[in-house]
């Protein structure tokens, strides 16, 4: 074990630090940028060198660095300081990107990967589907192949962005014969065109986060499908488990932890300081626990994947765990927020935050949708039972996938 | 000793439902909570001709004459059906002027409130935290002036009764001078709240008896937890009903143990409320020693009880329990008002231990 | 509603105050008989006057009394006030005398209920077996009818004051090629005979509150059988409901939170007493809560019971509401007693209660115990969910009771 | 930045968990267990010789001269096969005289600890309650007298690391005039305890450095958090492998999708624990601000949730869990061991808020 940045390190920041200097903010004439340009300009810089994008190919588009989970800290550290572009961090970049990387052909390597991550295009998931949340394989929308393209038909839920997306990838049964898992292939989508109809799903809070997006004649070309017909549910898997990693990530709790405590010294109980009731003191503490070992998990874990070994059991319940944790935590805060506790959620958005009570009741309710996003918890339970521990398979599980 | 509610208490029950359930089913609720107001006169009126608007304001004045059990038993009722408008904070103002007011005054104002000509209200937050009645700074006297929090009522509120310092209440009409309400954000949209503004604003000050806040106030706690009982029944059944028609992997979801464990669990939540509100009810009339505390415990208890329930709820709905669409939220926010109105579980814990002596 | 007593039950309270001045302790030469025999006299006198055993027939040496919750409760009372002996509190009369009531003959209601009631003789239940504990159906104790008389082999366990009792009732696979549930009956042993071996089973407290029972070639007469052949699943289940409303009794809790209060009156955290610690003091308070909804649900319950209308869920939650509110109050506990949660669980037997920091500790041992006793806590949630809220039954149970 | 285990680490508990397994399986555990001394001769002269003993002494005085993390690693091993013997107080009064001890003393002790001939123990529970050194009440002096009430090492130690007024230590040999021990009634046979009365019994006191008591104090939450991770995991093994074996219903109960949640969310009370008691372990040597805080964030957390584990895993072996002669129940006392020894949860919790200056 070893936590210690060394002096190799050191001149590493001393390097990524005077880049910075010299390209963040934009200098001279590129100075006045509008940010989007000036951050796809940055980021091209960025990524020559090796700053970002370093598990990327450099002919898609990324530096292809060899993997140093060091490297990466110090970069995060050193551009968070001076509130430089990072990644774009898009449902494309984060799970597109990797499965196209795994499973794509070469052509679509090329068309798709460098403009996702320069930002330049966007994308959209549509996996769920109104009557399947959690159980994929028992999706309904439709791909029939006509002419030499794909004609799909159908209705896509939980889709977040797909007002602004560009492209969607998407599950959708192309093989209505074969058994359910078998029959659906991972098509991808040009979002502007007639047939495709977004709505916005106005969530409890008040903000409409998600979108349903019908399906109605829309066509894509032979080619644009990932992995072979009826292979998809294989496909979207690998995507899963990037989900998984991304939304469970260490620093998130303990940002919101932090944020918990500054509260709980802002707000008072009793004529105090919430900060001093020895309640709050102790279930702060009971969270931090927990909050610290999710963190060190989070550590154990992006050491082992930088060694390309398998971190085992931990890799299945970052995601349920941190859930836990946000469940926790949200709760905390209404006891803390006490009268205004009555207020509605307030300018939440997804991922934002805001020390506002109002944001705290966003939060509280954002505590209970992460928790279904991507799997709802009791699926996770089952794999942590069935693939971390070994116990049985669901009957009903098996039933559906054939056994 | 007969622990049960009394046949006229069970029929009570049942009227309320089922003019509940005709006048204002969840299609008819999600117009209401959509609406700018939340009011639905037709329905306020309906309440009226039942005689539920006078349940505790005494026969000589108009009203039903009946006690916090029968009140507490009708807002059970509503809060199964989440039933909108301004009937908890009427029903409180009733019974401060019933306590506290002269013969006088109860003249003047309850058989108005009893009728449902006029919309009673609460005004009993001070502005700068806190619902116990030590806590309120307005001064006192025939005219007024100060800020509060959250009144009830939203802007349909004819009158209110005001928490001042000294643990006094006063009766303030809405369209008095220097009266100013503000529409408060709040997470329920089924009981809208103001914040109220007062300057040089007459009001007519009920008996200088702090008993009558105390009573305001505990009998607040116990149709908080009365509601929050029924809300809480509610949200179960729709979760159960929902595990049997969901469909997942080729079964019901309501198959899965885990489910039907979780659902196990929220039962186990809910029904052992029954009994501790209908105590807490109970006790405001029949057992002066341990009304307030038991009214706490209830009031603590079972809106925690309710929250729990509310999260579960949602998540027994998968991502659909998470949208406007889905039902759930409306009750979802019924328990954040029910879990914070008078002050949350926490205050309440607190003076539970204090008068236990602990 | 009313909790209030009228003026009649105080007549009737002073006559019962006058009955127990009169008669308890036993005056004259009665005065120095040992414990037992003056209860016994004692009994038999307090049942001609119809305060104990009130629902049972007077020729079974009941008092056959109609049902009086009310005036159940100032009996109690009053006997409590005096310590005069109440109803013999065993497992004979508060599962076996139910059942024989409601399914045994006439010849063994009149041998069996009344030696059992006054405390004569004792019972001890034979139902678990090492294979089968929730799951009653599988049990392979067999019996065997040969000349008139069954001969039992097999083995039992759990089975409290096997090495006292007199008797046994308890079920044995008698129809070996019927159905699972089909072939069982319901049998009353004598324990008094060659071939039954009882084996003390030591508890993680270091007691041995159950027993092992082996049974070797055992005999019982051909009519001691309870309910027809192959019926003694059912006439087991009358018993069962009997065991979850006697364990849930809302009054243990209300007294077990008493003393968890007097314990953090007595001990100290960080110098101060605990009870004035805010951490103790809402921790007490939440609990608190949990236990006075259990004490009214158990009015409700008495209520409806006495009222003979059905009090619905409730009826099915108590116990394991009941066993949650003993787990945390034996967590709590746990953190009062500091630095003696390193000692060992002292002389705590099952139900007796000490408020000393080792009965403690083996309270909290029990309070694991005790959710296994009688049918497990997931058994009791399936109960609820299938019976009380009306989901599927389970696949799983489904098969076992051969549907 | 590397946040795993050296390869040299990783041998290390292969190395002792092989002889634990070999020398001390369950049933040589039940015997030590249900045996008068809780001591087994034979496995300590193994550990020894495998140089466990002293694997915190410095190289110069015949130890490995190794760090806490290399030590916890071992811990977590002992915690995991429930190693029965005085190896924790021994590693902590090891520590306590590389920290404090002059060279001479050093000389004079470490090597037989070191080589296991004599058995270290610590006696730090003051008598009236309180293990943080300003508890501590017993008059430090070349001659000490008064109680203790939980040292270690049961009827085994042959010396003493005791705690004395001003935070100070001092060294006591067993055989010393004026030391009188007595058993105590302890849950965990595994790790027997004595309560210590000194009687003008001589003393060597250690350095004047509150350090010392310190760094005894957090290794010591260290060994103890380290151990009840391994404790957890192995708890959950084993209701795995009961629930892979065991029928009920005609079906193996790890088929029922309840259990499979419980046996869920066991493993996640018992695998985030890994992370943080490494880091709690290597903060001792290597990060000296968090190194105070993080010991109390471990022990308070991960004894908690081995507590919590093994309610859980007498659950999940249904009434057989609950008897003494299923494993479980030695595991189970170790947790309340592991909870209760250095002070429970809530005050390593308290500490934890004041350290952050909550």
Redesign the interface.
Known sequence: MDLNYGTEMEDFRQEVAQFLDENWPLKGEEKDWPFEKAAAVFRERAIERGYLYRSIPKQYGGSEQPPDVLKGQVIREEFGKRWAPLEARGIGTMMLVPTLLERGTEWQKEKFVRPTITGEITWCQGYSEPGSGSDLASLKTRGELIDGEWMINGQKIWTSGAHLADYMFCLVRTEPDAQKHAGISYLLIDMKQPGIDVRPLRMMTGSADFNEVFLNDVRTPEDWIVGKRGEGWLVSRTTLKYERNSIGAAQQTGASFAGLVKLAKETKIAGRPAIEDETIRERLAVLEGYVKAHQYSGYRQLTKDSKREDAGIINMMMKLFSTEIGHQTAKLSMDLIGDEGLLSAGGAELGQRSSSAQGWIGQYMYSLGIAIAGGTANIQRNVIAERGLGLPRDAAADRSSGK | ??????EEQQMLQETVGQLLANECPVTRLREVFDSDTGFDEALWKSMAELGILGLNVPEDFGGAGLET?DLAVVAETMGYHAAPGPFLGHALAIEAIVRGGSDAQKQKWLPALASGERVGAVSI?DAE?G?ASNQWKIESGESISGEQ??ATGGHQADLYVVGLAGSRLGVVEAEASGVSRER?????LTRR?VALQFNQTPCELLADDPEVARRLHDVGCVLLAADAFGGSARL?EMS?EY??TR??????I????????Q???M??DV??????Y??AA?AQD??KDESER?AA??K??IT?RY?DVA?NA??AH?????????D??IW??RA??D???L?????H??R??EM?G?
Request: charged share 20%; glycine share 12%; net charge neutral.
């Open positions: 000793m007969n622990f049960d509610l009394t059990l937050a935290g619902w929090a959250f408060v954000d709040g997470a329920d709240l179960l159960v595990a049997k469909e997942q992997f080729g079964v019901k309501g198959h899965f143990q885990a489910l039907k464990h659902l196990s669990s039962a186990l029904e052992p409320g029954r009994g501790l209908w105590y109970y029949h057992v038991i415990v209830a603590a208890h925690d929250m999260r949602v998540e998968g991502g659909i329990g998470f949208t406007w669409e889905c759930v939220q979802f926010k954040m008002f879990r914070a109105f002050g949350h579980p926490g205050e814990r607190r539970q231990a236990a602990w």
